[in-house]
Nanobody, 121 residues
Framework: QVQLVESGGGLGQAGGSLRLSCAAS??????MAWFRQAPGKERELVAA????????YYAESIKGRFTISRDSAKNTVFLQINSLKFEDTAVYYC????????????????WGQGTQVTVSS
């Protein structure tokens, strides 16, 4: 069984930065990712990382502002969000999957509980 524990969400100012963390326990995983779901919208994949190689994927809408990284020793993945925009307001979910799939895949089996990010002026 895989467990994911997210932290780091909260209130951020437009133009500011936030850093989300997700600690994983359990089996060896192939990919870890961050999804987000804004009110009234579908959940979307924003960034992913292939655990073995460090290869990354970013959604076009956030490219250049978000950075996904990992600490392999601590089984932790991070999402650095810079230049916060109002449209970044969403619940951010960490996810992981054990199957060997492309880093662009949206197929994830294990999910965290979500952490709220709210951007204010």
């Amino acid at each position: 069984q895989v467990q994911l524990v997210e932290s780091g969400g909260g209130l951020g100012q437009a133009g500011g930065s936030l850093r989300l963390s997700c600690a994983a326990s359990g089996r060896t995983f192939d990919r870890m990712a961050w999804f987000r779901q804004a009110p009234g919208k579908e959940r979307e994949l924003v960034a992913a990382i292939k655990w073995s190689t460090g290869m990354t994927y970013y959604a076009e809408s956030i490219k250049g502002r978000f950075t996904i990284s990992r600490d392999s020793a601590k089984n932790t993945v991070f999402l650095q969000i810079n230049s916060l925009k109002f449209e970044d307001t969403a619940v951010y979910y960490c996810a992981t999957d054990l199957r060997s799939l492309s880093v662009t895949s949206w197929a994830y089996e294990y999910w965290g509980q979500g952490t709220q990010v709210t951007v204010s002026s």
